[in-house]
C-alpha cells in the first residue's frame, strides 16, 4: 500500500490551492477519526490516506470529477481498491462535462467517506464565521441552525449528504453529531500538518 507521505506527494502534485489541500487534510483525519470510532483501528491509515486522495482530481480536473482520478492515481502507484473508494465518492452526481458516476459506495469506509465529505465543508465554513475561528466551541444546536439554512454554505449538497447518511443506515442527527466530533477532536492535528 502507497504510505501516508505518498499520498501527500501525490496530492500536492495535482493540488496547490490551500483550501483544496485543507480540505484534503480535513477529510484524511475525520476518516481515520471514524475508522477508530467504527471499530476498524486497524485500518485507521488506510481510511485517512482515501481521504486524503479523494478529490485528487478537482483542482486541475472539475469538469471530470471523479473520471480523472483513476489515471491520476493509477500513475502513482496506487492500488484499485482505494481508486474504487476515491471514485464512489461521486457516486449519483452528474459531473460538469455530464457524465453521472456510476461506482457504488459499498465498504463502510466508503460510504463514510461519501457521507462526511460534503458535510466536513459546511461545518468548516460554519466555523469561519465563529469568533473561534474554531469547531472546537461549536454546538450541535448551531451547526443544525445552519444546516437548515438554505442560503449557507450553498454549495455543500444537503441532498448528498442525507443520501450519504441513508447508505449508513444512519439518521441525519447521527451523522451532524459524529462527523462535528470528529472534527473539533481532530481540529489540532489538521493545523499541524498545513
Ligand atoms: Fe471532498
Same mark, same amino acid.
Given at each position: 500500500?502507497? /504510505?501516508?507521505?505518498? &499520498?501527500?506527494?501525490?496530492?500536492?502534485?495535482?493540488?496547490?490551492? *490551500?483550501?483544496?489541500?485543507?480540505?484534503?487534510?480535513? %477529510? =484524511?483525519?475525520?476518516? !481515520?477519526?471514524?475508522?477508530?470510532?467504527?471499530?476498524?483501528?486497524?485500518?485507521?491509515?488506510?481510511?485517512?490516506? %482515501?481521504?486524503?486522495?479523494?478529490?485528487?482530481?478537482? =483542482?486541475?480536473?472539475?469538469?471530470?470529477?471523479?473520471?480523472?482520478? *483513476?489515471?491520476?492515481? +493509477?500513475?502513482?502507484?496506487?492500488?484499485?481498491?482505494?481508486?474504487? $473508494? #476515491?471514485?464512489?465518492?461521486?457516486?449519483?452526481?452528474?459531473?460538469?462535462?455530464?457524465?453521472?458516476?456510476? #461506482?457504488? *459506495?459499498?465498504?463502510?469506509?466508503? !460510504? #463514510?467517506?461519501?457521507?462526511?465529505?460534503?458535510?466536513?465543508?459546511?461545518?468548516? $465554513? &460554519? &466555523?469561519?464565521?465563529? *469568533?473561534?475561528?474554531?469547531?472546537?466551541?461549536? =454546538?450541535?444546536?448551531?451547526? +443544525? !441552525?445552519?444546516? +437548515? @439554512?438554505?442560503?449557507?454554505?450553498?454549495?455543500? @449538497?444537503?441532498?448528498?449528504?442525507?443520501?450519504?447518511?441513508?447508505?449508513?443506515?444512519?439518521?441525519?442527527?447521527?451523522?451532524?453529531?459524529? /462527523?462535528? +466530533?470528529?472534527?473539533?477532536?481532530?481540529?489540532?492535528?489538521? %493545523?499541524?500538518?498545513?
Amino acid at each position: 500500500m502507497i /504510505t501516508r507521505d505518498e &499520498a501527500f506527494t501525490l496530492l500536492t502534485r495535482y493540488n496547490k490551492d *490551500p483550501f483544496h489541500i485543507r480540505h484534503a487534510v480535513t %477529510v =484524511e483525519e475525520v476518516m !481515520k477519526w471514524y475508522a477508530n470510532e467504527l471499530g476498524y483501528k486497524d485500518e485507521a491509515e488506510y481510511w485517512g490516506i %482515501v481521504g486524503l486522495l479523494h478529490d485528487i482530481d478537482f =483542482e486541475l480536473y472539475p469538469d471530470e470529477h471523479c473520471l480523472k482520478a *483513476p489515471e491520476l492515481l +493509477k500513475e502513482g502507484g496506487v492500488s484499485d481498491d482505494i481508486i474504487h $473508494a #476515491v471514485c464512489s465518492h461521486g457516486y449519483g452526481i452528474t459531473v460538469g462535462n455530464g457524465t453521472t458516476i456510476d #461506482v457504488e *459506495p459499498t465498504r463502510e469506509m466508503e !460510504k #463514510v467517506l461519501f457521507a462526511a465529505d460534503e458535510l466536513t465543508g459546511l461545518i468548516w $465554513a &460554519a &466555523a469561519l464565521m465563529r *469568533p473561534s475561528q474554531s469547531t472546537k466551541d461549536m =454546538e450541535l444546536k448551531s451547526l +443544525k !441552525k445552519k444546516y +437548515k @439554512s438554505k442560503g449557507f454554505a450553498a454549495g455543500c @449538497s444537503r441532498e448528498v449528504i442525507e443520501r450519504g447518511a441513508d447508505q449508513l443506515g444512519w439518521d441525519l442527527d447521527k451523522l451532524l453529531t459524529l /462527523t462535528l +466530533k470528529a472534527m473539533a477532536e481532530t481540529e489540532d492535528a489538521i %493545523v499541524s500538518k498545513l
